[in-house]
């Protein structure tokens, strides 16, 4: 498997705080907000914030075990080519129609719409993590570690 992880260790260090990730998640519904009130100037402070939220908390533990931190992890190893996801990758994809549609509904001032989707395509987001934490979970167990 190639590698497809474009970002560099210390970010992925930084963004598997638990911090990090769950306060990034919340990027979604700013976004849709500032979009239901057509307010440029937080549309960009909700971009701005989803682009350096990973650099802004401290490195986490690599052994960590809260449940985001385990997510980020299992992440970066699928995209280092650690293991196949490939079955799993249409639940990510599946999320991308559901913001596309959160966000126009949210443009026609549809709140209770875009509200929806927004919950919808952050579940399938999290569904998406958790079911790659798993995977990575077993992929980890059934693999002998060979560091002495």
């Known amino acids: 498997m190639s590698s497809k992880n474009p970002l560099p260790e210390a970010l992925w260090n930084r963004h598997a705080n638990p911090w990090s990730g769950w306060s990034r998640l919340l990027a979604g519904p700013a976004i849709l907000y500032a979009v239901y009130r057509r307010d440029p100037r937080l549309v ?33 190893a699928w995209l280092d080519g650690e293991f196949d996801a ?31 989707f927004g919950v919808l395509g952050i579940a399938t987001k999290l569904l998406f993590v958790d079911r790659l934490a798993r995977r990575h979970a077993e992929t980890t167990a059934a693999t002998p570690d060979t560091r002495t």
């Open 86 to 116: 490939s079955d799993l990758v249409w639940l990510n994809y599946a999320s991308a129609p559901v913001w596309c549609y959160a966000l126009y509904a949210a443009y026609r001032g549809r709140a209770r719409s875009a509200g929806l």
């Open 44 to 76: 960009a402070l909700a971009v701005v914030w989803t682009a350096v939220n990973p650099v802004l908390f401290p490195e986490r533990e690599v052994d960590a075990d809260d449940w985001m931190t385990r997510g980020v992890r299992a992440e970066q």
